[in-house]
């Protein structure tokens, strides 16, 4: 992986494009308020036009990706699955093999950020690199994928907000008894915190990331240091070896695959840097860096808190089954004895969840805007328009809420159906960059000319793509597994994933047979752009 500053292709003799748009965008402002030349060029390049602000350097879009991934954070309530399914061992050694699967897909899709620095992110990399006949469907239906992961993802914040805040109730008053519609009711507070954020204190949110992201560093030891310290210690073997199938899956190879794929989940959201991309400087070179430092910075915390979480246990039975609905909140009791130390630590993860959600709905909102610009959503003449005083896509903001609130309205009559709907995360999501990494691997494998950016993984790249795309396959497939099979797999434990996953697909096939094939316009593709370079070319010298 290298950083190419002349920003040539990899290996390739500029060509009349590139070199005749190096000199046209020299002095380029083309690119709004703090773009650069290069950014300007970008967008040239892509055909489109610069309509938000460029509000992100590198260390404020890391601070946005890192504390919307928030990965130690998650680890601490989303352990529950993997440790059913292997205790000690699946959490461990399932999360090494998540982290470097999440690295090859992450790196995978830095290298296309940096080729096409678009908001649209995988769909428009898709139209870009898929075979031309294929280009135009392969791209509407992984934007359509993109677009609802990334809605679903926005109501996990706000959800798990919700369900903290009661579970803290429960803590410090026994007799209180959670309700669904006070859950939402909670959710719905966060989410208009949220969109008061993303819209009234837009400005603020660059400098924001940069505070949380100091947040999310110190608020790990402020966690971390009381916990190893007061709580008692598991013994190593309990830790490291002893693996304790506790889902009653009959085979323990099934089952540690399992409990691996949940750990998915902890790394979902570096993506969130490409969505922003049209509001980032230098996007070719700040996105791909900020996606790739966000997977090692959130990698080494969250292996450390489940190393710590693991050694201060406790008792199993006792903290599996917790009166407070998540089995973290008695561990962190166990360590402290301290009703008010306790709320205290978990107030601060509460925190940081509300601030990832800022990030989450900052990105689902530009992911729709970007596909709605190519009329891939039903409404798109709406959804595409950016509100002049904010420079920000107001109406796809408007749609990420109300999304959200249909969400938490239906957790009030069931949180089973509520749950399937948000599982769509993971599988959409990664269907969504493994359509993008098998297109560059079949590139790659018939040595076709691709026009990488400034950020190229090299030789390197054939077997990097190669394992993400095994790596992605095979956890969107285990995700479609109940976390446990014991007593008995019913309405309410049954992991509905696989039936929504397949019944968003088949409707949006279906949307696209009767209407969306007729309005989707779809990305230019590569021969397009190199039609457009050649009439420039022309023009240019026509000039003379």
Known sequence: MRILE??????????????????????????GAGSTKWDAADMEKLGMRQQTKRRFGLVTILGFTTTMMCTWESAIPFFFTAFLNGGGPSMLYGYMFAFFGALATCASMAEMASMYPISGGQYHWVALLAPRRHAKFLSWLTGWLSTLGWQASASVGTYLGGTIIQSLLVLNKPTYEPKAWQATLIMFAILLLTLVVNTVLVRLLPGLEGVVLILHVVGFFAILIPIVHLAPISSNAFVWTE??????????????????SATAILFIGYDGACHMAEEVENAAINVPRAMIFT????????????IFILYCFGNVEETLAAPYGLPFIQIFYNATQSKAGTTAMISLLLAMYIFATFGFVASASRQAWAFSRDNGLPLSRFFKRVDARWAIPLYTLALTGTIDVCLGLINIGSSVAFNAIVSLVVSSYLSSYLVPIVLMIMKRIKNERVNFGPWTLGRWGLPINIFAAAYTLLTVVFTFFPPTVVPAVTAVTMNWSCLIYGGVIILGIVYYALMGHKQYIGPSTELDLGERARERVTERQDSF
């Not at 002349?6 to 002095?27: C, F, N």
């Not at 304790?244 to 089952?255: A, C, H, R, V």
């Open 6 to 31: 002349t920003r040539q292709a990899d290996g390739a003799v500029p060509s009349g494009k590139e070199a005749s748009m190096m000199q046209d965008h020299e002095l380029s402002v083309n690119g």
């Open 243 to 260: 693996f304790t199938n506790l889902s009653g899956y009959s085979s323990d190879g099934l089952s540690w695959f399992v409990g691996q």
């Open 295 to 306: 997977i090692f910075i959130n990698g080494a915390y969250g292996f450390a808190t489940y």
